[in-house]
């Protein structure tokens, strides 16, 4: 799980908005090497339209997923 420092990460799954932030910043900022977990595709997909990611990142992730 990425390090988040200003959050208890524990506490954020246990919410949908919570998760969709740590989602939010894996993709924002990145995951480190040192992490075993990769963001899954699944989730991302599924919560495509809530996420709110920086338009660039954005633009990349559709063309990636969906090829648009």
Do not use: A, H, T
Not at 3 to 14: E, Q, R
Not at 52 to 63: D, V
């Amino acid at each position: 799980m990425p390090f988040i420092w200003d959050y208890d990460v524990n506490k954020l799954k246990k919410s949908k908005q919570g998760r969709l932030l740590i989602l939010e910043r894996q993709i924002n900022y990145g995951i480190y090497p040192s992490d075993k977990e990769k963001i899954n595709l699944n989730e991302v997909e599924r919560c495509w339209r809530e996420l709110n990611l920086e338009p660039q990142r954005k633009r990349l992730f559709e063309l990636l997923i969906w090829g648009k």
